[in-house]
Nanobody, 116 residues
Framework: QVQLVESGGGLVQAGGSLRLSCAASGRPISIYRMDWFRQAPGKEREYVGLIRWSDETTSYADSVKGRFTISRDNAKNTMYLQMNSLKPEDTAVYYC?????????WGQGTQVTVSS
């Protein structure tokens, strides 16, 4: 079992920055990849990006490429999402997900609101 807790959401003006955190506990050693997703009101949950635990390679959705950066702190079992140049269309609940060989685990989500 893996438990995930996101934090760092809030209200920011367009053009601003926020950093989200996703802390893993339980059996984080079983994680091989972690992802960020987001869900805006009335829309489906969409993929934002991922980081592979073994080599820290990352991948991003086109909508956030060049503005968002995913990183991790292995000692803290924590993944981060640095969001720069935020736009109103980035407003959503942001979720982290951990992938293990047996299952996926989701966090509870954190709200990000970008005002114009």
């Amino acid at each position: 079992q893996v438990q995930l807790v996101e934090s760092g959401g809030g209200l920011v003006q367009a053009g601003g920055s926020l950093r989200l955190s996703c802390a893993a506990s339980g059996r984080p050693i079983s994680i091989y990849r972690m992802d960020w997703f987001r869900q805006a009101p009335g829309k489906e949950r969409e993929y934002v990006g991922l980081i592979r635990w073994s080599d820290e390679t990352t991948s991003y959705a086109d909508s956030v490429k060049g503005r968002f950066t995913i990183s991790r702190d292995n000692a803290k079992n924590t993944m981060y999402l640095q969001m720069n140049s935020l736009k109103p269309e980035d407003t959503a609940v942001y979720y982290c997900r951990a992938a293990t060989t047996s299952s996926y685990y989701w966090g509870q989500g954190t709200q990000v609101t970008v005002s114009s």
